[in-house]
């Protein structure tokens, strides 16, 4: 990639960035009301599920709510760290008990993969790229990451 383009990106970004600043705001404020009142209420990762929660509902409601791209990449490594910090013994301990439970998700899991899948791309009229991305949990991440 040229300096150009890298420059030319940038003056977009900072262009976007200015425009849509007030959206970024009310989305970061709305994530810390929504951390700070489920920590309150004590549910597990509160600084995680409450901000989602909160900025799920508020879109949903018609808000309008912006995050300028390059910040998503670095919110994936907190969000790994968040859930990575709640291991535990107690946790690692307890691991081995919920194997049948694992196996049994797993194999639910593929077996949705491939009926949606196969739903998308013969009765949708999907591609094949499409289908089985939609129909993977996670698919999304790798299709926008």
Not at 74 to 103: D, K
Request: aromatic share 14%.
């Amino acid at each position: 990639m040229n300096a150009e383009i890298v420059w030319e990106r940038a003056g977009k970004a900072a262009t976007e960035f200015r425009a849509r600043w007030r959206s970024l705001a009310f989305a970061l404020l709305l994530g810390l009301v929504g951390g700070a009142t489920f920590a309150e209420l004590r549910v597990p990762l509160p600084w995680m599920i409450g901000p989602v929660f909160v900025n799920l509902v508020a879109a949903l409601s018609g808000a309008k709510l912006w995050v300028p791209h390059w910040l998503r990449l670095p919110m994936y490594a907190v969000m790994g760290s968040l859930f990575g910090m709640t291991v535990n013994r107690a946790f690692v301990e307890e691991v081995p008990q919920w194997w049948p439970t694992i196996l049994a998700s797993c194999v639910f899991v593929l077996a949705a993969i491939v009926v949606v899948t196969w739903y998308l791309r013969r009765i949708a009229h999907y591609d094949v790229v499409t289908s089985f991305l939609s129909a993977t949990p996670g698919g999304m991440v790798a299709a926008i990451a």
